[in-house]
């Protein structure tokens, strides 16, 4: 029930490099423009991969144990983390704020 498989694919609109997923397939979508310029959108997303991985997935798993409209909102969900004493206002998917693998955004430091 989670990412089993992955497509590199590229836009066709102004869209920066993003990553989805259709199914059980992880798409990896590069921007037109940087496809034009023969460079990739991914240069430092290494580190930050098996949590993308794991987002997608816990996407994939929401979709099929619920639905759809319930597995997309989870991008629109917004919390407030402190970090060394300063408050940001993120998403729960914001991959520079969560505290482990799993790309999931907990409100504690």
């Not at 790309?103 to 430091?109: H, M, Q, S």
Request: aromatic share 8%.
């Amino acid at each position: 029930m989670c990412i089993n498989d992955f497509a590199i694919a590229c836009a066709i609109d102004c869209s920066s490099p993003y990553f989805t997923y259709e199914g059980e397939t992880m798409l990896i979508v590069n921007s037109e423009e940087h496809e034009k310029q023969r460079i990739s959108g991914f240069l430092k997303i290494e580190p930050h991969i098996e949590a993308l991985i794991s987002h997608e997935s816990i996407h994939v798993t929401i979709k099929k144990l619920v639905d759809e409209e319930v597995s997309d909102s989870l991008d629109d969900v917004e919390l407030i983390v402190r970090r060394r004493g300063t408050a940001f206002q993120v998403t729960l998917n914001n991959m520079a704020f969560a505290s482990d693998m799993s790309g999931i955004v907990l409100p504690y430091e």
